[in-house]
C-alpha cells in the first residue's frame, strides 16, 4: 500500500543529490521540490512551543511576584520558629523529642526549614515550589476544562494572584502553601486515573501525593475525603453504584498510598525514640487550640458557625444538597463543590482568622472561577456554586480574615531598590522589632561558639536564626512554654546548661519566676543595645562563670 506521501514523492529516484538539493531548497524556501514541505516541520514546532508559551508566562509571572519576597528581613514567627527547629535538626537534634513546636506540624515544613537554613533560601525554595504548584494547576484545569482557553487563565490569575502576593500571606514559607502543590497533583492523577479505566498507577501516586501533603499540616485530611467522596461516591447516579464503589480495588490502592508515607515516617521517629502515641498527643494537642478562640455558646454560636459542631453540620448540609442534585450536576461541578467545601472546613477547623489559613480553599475556589467563566452552567449548577460561594463569605465575614496590602507592600519594596529608603527602614516597615533583632543576634553569634547555646525569654525566635545558636530547652518562643506549663523543666535544663548568655525581652508579659531567681543569682547585665526602634530594649546578660570572647 502506498502512503500519502509516498503518492506525493518518487522515493525510487531520491539519488543523494537530489535530496541533497531539496534538503538545500527547504532550508531556504521551507518546501521540498518534490511538493512536501518542511512547513509541516516548522508548524509542528510552533504547535509545541504554543504548548509550553503558556506554561514559561506563568512561571515567569510568579518568580515577578515572589522577588521582593527574597528581600525581606526574618520577621514572620512561624517561619522562624521551623528555621530554629530545622536548626537544631541539622544540628543533630531529635524532632518532637530534643526540640519542638506545639501543637506539633508534621515533619516535612521543619525538614524544608533544615534545608534551607535561613530566610533567604526559605523564600527561594518556596518560589521553586510554587513554579511547580502553578504548574500542576495548570495541567489540573486544562484536564476539568478541556478547550476553555479563557477559563483557563482567568482561574489561574486568580491562584496566582492569592497564592503569590501577600493577599492572603502567600508570600511567607507557611505549611498551607507548601502542601497544595502535592495535593493539586494528586488531583490530577485521579481526574486522568478515572478517564483511562486500569491506571492503577495514577491511584497509587496520587495516594503518596495527598500523604506527602499530609506530612506538610493535618487539615490535608479534609482534602483526602473530598476526593474520596467526589470521585468514588458523589459521581455515581445511582446508590447501588455509591455501594459498589467501596468494593473498586483502586480506592484501597489509593487508601493504602495515602497511609504509606505518613506509616514511614511514624517508623521513622519510633527508631529515634518518639513514640506514635507522643506525635498523636502533639497533634492533637491543638484540639484546645480549636476551642479556645471566640467561644459563643447557645443558638448564636450555630447561625454563625461558631463552633466545630456547627461547621460540620453546615459541611454535611453542602455534601447532601450535592447528593440530592447529583444527577443534575456534571462531574467538574461535583469534584470543585465537594473539595471547596471541605477545603474551607479544614481552614476553619481552628476557628483562628489567621489569613494564611485560606490558602487552602484556594485551588478549588480558582476551580469555581473556571467553571462559572468557561461553562455554561445549568440552573442547579448555578445554585449550587453560588450557595457555596454565599457560605464562605459569611464565614471569611464572620471570622474575620484579614487581607495583605498588596499596593503597599510592592511599593515599599520598590522604594527599597530605588535607593529612597535604606536597608534599616525597610526591614523595619515589617516589623519594628527588627533593628533590634538584628542587633542583638550579631552580638550574640560574634561572643558565642556555634556550639554554645543561648537562651531568649519572649517571642523572638529570629534571633536564633540570625545569629545561629540554638536555644536551651526543647521549646522556641515564651507561649509555648507557657501553654505546655513547662515552665519547671526549662528552670531545670537553665540551670544544668547555663548559658553563656540569657536575653530578657523588656515587651514579654509572661512571668517567669524561676528565670528571674536564676538570673539574679548567676548572671550579671553586659549591655543594652541603643537602637532606633519604637519596641523596649532587651537585657542581656552574661553568666559570671563566662567571660566575653
Given at each position: 500500500?502506498t502512503?500519502k506521501?509516498?503518492?506525493?514523492?518518487?522515493f525510487?529516484?531520491?539519488?543523494?543529490?537530489?535530496?541533497?538539493?531539496?534538503?538545500?531548497?527547504?532550508?531556504f524556501?521551507?518546501?521540498?521540490?518534490?511538493?512536501?514541505t518542511?512547513?509541516?516541520?516548522f508548524?509542528a514546532?510552533i504547535?509545541?512551543?504554543q504548548?509550553i508559551e503558556s506554561?514559561?508566562?506563568?512561571?515567569?509571572?510568579?518568580i515577578?511576584l515572589?522577588l521582593?519576597t527574597?528581600?525581606?528581613p526574618?520577621w514572620y514567627?512561624d517561619?522562624?520558629?521551623?528555621?530554629t527547629?530545622?536548626?537544631?535538626?541539622?544540628?543533630?537534634l531529635?524532632?518532637?523529642?530534643?526540640?519542638t513546636d506545639f501543637p506539633?506540624?508534621p515533619?516535612?515544613?521543619y525538614?524544608?526549614?533544615a534545608?534551607?537554613k535561613?530566610v533567604?533560601?526559605?523564600?527561594?525554595l518556596?518560589m521553586?515550589w510554587?513554579?511547580?504548584?502553578v504548574?500542576w494547576?495548570?495541567?489540573?484545569?486544562?484536564?476539568?476544562?478541556?478547550?476553555r482557553?479563557?477559563?483557563?487563565?482567568v482561574?489561574?490569575?486568580?491562584f496566582?494572584?492569592?497564592t503569590?502576593?501577600?493577599?492572603w500571606?502567600?508570600?511567607?514559607?507557611n505549611?498551607e502553601?507548601?502542601?497544595?502543590?502535592?495535593?493539586?497533583?494528586?488531583m490530577w492523577?485521579?481526574?486522568?486515573?478515572?478517564?483511562?479505566?486500569?491506571?492503577?498507577v495514577?491511584f497509587?501516586?496520587?495516594?503518596v501525593?495527598?500523604?506527602l501533603g499530609?506530612l506538610?499540616?493535618?487539615?490535608?485530611v479534609?482534602?483526602?475525603v473530598?476526593?474520596?467522596?467526589?470521585?468514588?461516591?458523589?459521581?455515581?447516579e445511582k446508590?447501588?453504584?455509591?455501594?459498589?464503589?467501596?468494593?473498586d480495588m483502586?480506592?484501597?490502592?489509593?487508601?493504602?498510598?495515602v497511609l504509606?508515607?505518613?506509616?514511614?515516617m511514624?517508623l521513622f521517629?519510633?527508631s529515634?525514640?518518639?513514640?506514635?502515641?507522643e506525635?498523636?498527643f502533639?497533634?492533637?494537642?491543638s484540639?484546645g487550640?480549636?476551642?479556645v478562640?471566640?467561644?459563643?455558646?447557645g443558638?448564636?454560636?450555630?447561625?454563625?458557625?461558631?463552633?466545630?459542631?456547627?461547621?460540620?453540620?453546615?459541611?454535611?448540609?453542602?455534601?447532601?444538597v450535592?447528593?440530592l442534585?447529583r444527577?443534575?450536576l456534571?462531574f467538574a461541578v461535583i469534584?470543585?463543590?465537594?473539595?471547596?467545601?471541605?477545603?474551607?472546613?479544614?481552614?476553619?477547623v481552628?476557628?483562628?482568622?489567621?489569613?494564611h489559613?485560606?490558602?487552602?480553599?484556594?485551588p478549588?475556589?480558582?476551580l469555581l472561577a473556571?467553571?462559572?467563566?468557561?461553562w455554561?452552567?445549568?440552573l442547579?449548577e448555578?445554585?449550587?456554586?453560588?450557595?457555596?460561594?454565599l457560605?464562605?463569605v459569611?464565614?471569611h465575614?464572620?471570622?474575620?480574615f484579614?487581607?495583605g496590602?498588596?499596593?503597599g507592600?510592592?511599593h515599599?519594596?520598590w522604594r527599597?531598590?530605588?535607593?529612597?529608603?535604606d536597608?534599616g527602614t525597610?526591614?523595619?516597615s515589617?516589623d519594628?522589632r527588627?533593628?533590634?533583632?538584628?542587633?542583638?543576634a550579631?552580638?550574640?553569634?560574634?561572643?558565642?561558639?556555634?556550639?554554645?547555646?543561648?537562651?531568649v525569654w519572649?517571642?523572638e525566635?529570629?534571633?536564633?536564626?540570625?545569629a545561629?545558636?540554638l536555644?536551651?530547652?526543647r521549646?522556641?518562643?515564651?507561649?509555648?512554654?507557657?501553654?505546655?506549663n513547662?515552665?519547671?523543666?526549662?528552670?531545670?535544663?537553665?540551670s544544668?546548661?547555663?548559658?553563656?548568655?540569657?536575653v530578657?525581652?523588656?515587651?514579654e508579659?509572661r512571668p517567669?519566676p524561676?528565670?528571674?531567681?536564676?538570673?539574679?543569682a548567676?548572671y550579671?547585665p553586659?549591655?543594652?543595645?541603643?537602637?532606633?526602634?519604637?519596641?523596649?530594649?532587651?537585657v542581656?546578660?552574661?553568666?559570671?562563670?563566662?567571660?566575653?570572647l
Amino acid at each position: 500500500m502506498t502512503s500519502k506521501i509516498g503518492k506525493k514523492i518518487n522515493f525510487r529516484g531520491l539519488t543523494p543529490m537530489v535530496f541533497a538539493r531539496a534538503l538545500a531548497r527547504s532550508l531556504f524556501c521551507l518546501e521540498f521540490t518534490s511538493g512536501l514541505t518542511t512547513r509541516v516541520f516548522f508548524q509542528a514546532r510552533i504547535h509545541w512551543w504554543q504548548k509550553i508559551e503558556s506554561l514559561i508566562l506563568l512561571v515567569a509571572v510568579v518568580i515577578w511576584l515572589r522577588l521582593p519576597t527574597l528581600f525581606e528581613p526574618a520577621w514572620y514567627g512561624d517561619e522562624n520558629i521551623y528555621l530554629t527547629i530545622g536548626q537544631g535538626i541539622r544540628k543533630g537534634l531529635v524532632l518532637y523529642k530534643d526540640i519542638t513546636d506545639f501543637p506539633n506540624k508534621p515533619p516535612l515544613i521543619y525538614l524544608l526549614a533544615a534545608a534551607a537554613k535561613n530566610v533567604f533560601w526559605f523564600r527561594l525554595l518556596l518560589m521553586v515550589w510554587q513554579v511547580v504548584g502553578v504548574i500542576w494547576w495548570f495541567l489540573l484545569v486544562r484536564e476539568l476544562l478541556p478547550k476553555r482557553w479563557w477559563a483557563w487563565w482567568v482561574s489561574t490569575l486568580i491562584f496566582v494572584g492569592l497564592t503569590a502576593t501577600p493577599v492572603w500571606e502567600g508570600t511567607i514559607a507557611n505549611a498551607e502553601i507548601f502542601m497544595m502543590m502535592p495535593v493539586m497533583a494528586g488531583m490530577w492523577l485521579l481526574v486522568r486515573g478515572f478517564r483511562k479505566k486500569g491506571a492503577w498507577v495514577h491511584f497509587l501516586g496520587a495516594g503518596v501525593l495527598f500523604g506527602l501533603g499530609f506530612l506538610f499540616k493535618i487539615p490535608v485530611v479534609a482534602e483526602i475525603v473530598a476526593a474520596v467522596v467526589a470521585f468514588w461516591i458523589l459521581r455515581k447516579e445511582k446508590v447501588a453504584g455509591m455501594v459498589r464503589a467501596f468494593t473498586d480495588m483502586r480506592l484501597y490502592i489509593f487508601g493504602a498510598a495515602v497511609l504509606l508515607p505518613i506509616a514511614l515516617m511514624l517508623l521513622f521517629h519510633w527508631s529515634q525514640g518518639v513514640a506514635p502515641q507522643e506525635l498523636l498527643f502533639n497533634a492533637t494537642g491543638s484540639t484546645g487550640y480549636v476551642s479556645v478562640w471566640q467561644r459563643q455558646e447557645g443558638l448564636a454560636a450555630w447561625l454563625t458557625l461558631a463552633t466545630l459542631p456547627a461547621r460540620a453540620v453546615a459541611l454535611s448540609g453542602v455534601l447532601l444538597v450535592l447528593l440530592l442534585l447529583r444527577k443534575r450536576l456534571r462531574f467538574a461541578v461535583i469534584l470543585t463543590v465537594t473539595w471547596f467545601s471541605l477545603a474551607m472546613f479544614g481552614a476553619l477547623v481552628s476557628g483562628r482568622p489567621y489569613p494564611h489559613y485560606l490558602l487552602q480553599v484556594v485551588p478549588a475556589f480558582s476551580l469555581l472561577a473556571a467553571l462559572m467563566v468557561g461553562w455554561r452552567m445549568r440552573l442547579a449548577e448555578w445554585l449550587v456554586v453560588l450557595g457555596i460561594l454565599l457560605l464562605f463569605v459569611s464565614a471569611h465575614n464572620r471570622f474575620g480574615f484579614g487581607h495583605g496590602n498588596v499596593v503597599g507592600y510592592y511599593h515599599n519594596f520598590w522604594r527599597y531598590i530605588s535607593g529612597q529608603v535604606d536597608q534599616g527602614t525597610f526591614y523595619n516597615s515589617f516589623d519594628g522589632r527588627m533593628g533590634r533583632n538584628y542587633a542583638v543576634a550579631k552580638y550574640l553569634r560574634e561572643r558565642t561558639r556555634p556550639d554554645e547555646r543561648i537562651y531568649v525569654w519572649g517571642t523572638e525566635p529570629d534571633i536564633y536564626v540570625l545569629a545561629d545558636r540554638l536555644p536551651v530547652g526543647r521549646l522556641t518562643t515564651s507561649f509555648h512554654v507557657e501553654d505546655l506549663n513547662e515552665y519547671e523543666r526549662l528552670a531545670e535544663e537553665l540551670s544544668m546548661v547555663l548559658p553563656k548568655y540569657v536575653v530578657l525581652m523588656e515587651n514579654e508579659p509572661r512571668p517567669f519566676p524561676q528565670l528571674d531567681r536564676l538570673v539574679q543569682a548567676r548572671y550579671m547585665p553586659v549591655e543594652e543595645l541603643s537602637q532606633h526602634t519604637s519596641f523596649a530594649l532587651p537585657v542581656i546578660l552574661r553568666s559570671e562563670m563566662t567571660k566575653d570572647l
